[in-house]
């Protein structure tokens, strides 16, 4: 049930330049949509959201781009820091429900 | 700042037996959830908790699962007889409200069945 999907899983970027990652969803009850970010051995951590009602959160060196029609969303950071490899995790939530979805991942290094 | 706190950190236990992995959510959220994460893969929803009762479940959380929250701070999640597959990163979460999905997550508990 892959509802929530990230098909890349590592990217790799050099420090200062632009990283992307990309998530498709599926399902169009979906309204809110979240990047988490995650160490090993740790928990993830909440990072930015978007509500479907929007097309672009900017918080910092992180915005997140919705494009509802194609089912798309993106998280930019710009620029990149090497503080910022991790595994960067997609998710989706609908109004209502009691449960988050979690795409598969995407492993970001950042070189300096 | 406040944060969910999980223990153990690590448990290794044999096929079988049972294993229960526990949680202190935020203490002014009120819905809960397990998540767990086999090595390598995505991070799977097992169960959400409000107002003491399950408000949804995933189909991995079988008979074998339970949660409980059996005292105003503690939420657990009991596995009755562990499974091999069964190894694998149990998180939980919390949060004040059900309409965003941002989740606060522990650290986890690894789970280790031999």
């Known amino acids: 049930d892959q509802q929530v999907k990230q098909n890349s899983p590592s990217l790799s970027v050099q420090e200062g330049r632009i990283s992307i990652l990309n998530c498709d969803y599926t399902?169009?009850?979906?309204?809110?949509f979240l990047w988490y970010k995650k160490y090993p051995a740790e928990g993830p951590t909440f990072l930015i959201s978007i509500s479907s009602i929007k097309d672009k959160n900017e918080d910092g060196r992180f915005t997140v781009f919705l494009n509802k029609s194609a089912k798309h969303l993106s998280l930019h950071i710009v620029p990149s820091q090497p503080g910022d490899s991790a595994v960067y995790f997609c998710a989706a939530s609908a109004t209502g429900g009691f449960k988050t979805i979690f795409g598969a991942g995407t492993r970001l290094f950042v070189k300096a | 700042e406040p944060e969910v706190t999980q223990t153990p950190s690590h448990q290794v236990t044999q096929m079988g037996q049972e294993v229960i992995l526990r949680c202190v959510p935020i203490?002014?959220?009120?819905?809960f959830y397990w998540y767990r994460q086999i090595l390598g893969q995505k991070v799977e929803f097992l169960v959400s908790f409000y107002n003491n009762e399950i408000s949804e479940k995933s189909e991995i959380f079988d008979d074998q699962f339970s949660v409980e929250r059996p005292d105003g701070s503690n939420f657990t999640l009991k596995i009755r007889s562990t499974k091999l597959e069964d190894s694998a990163m149990y998180f939980c979460a919390s949060n004040p409200t059900v309409n965003t999905g941002e989740l606060f997550f522990g650290e986890g508990s690894r789970l280790t069945v031999l």
């Open positions: 203490s002014n959220h009120l819905y």
């Open positions: 399902n169009s009850m979906f309204d809110y």
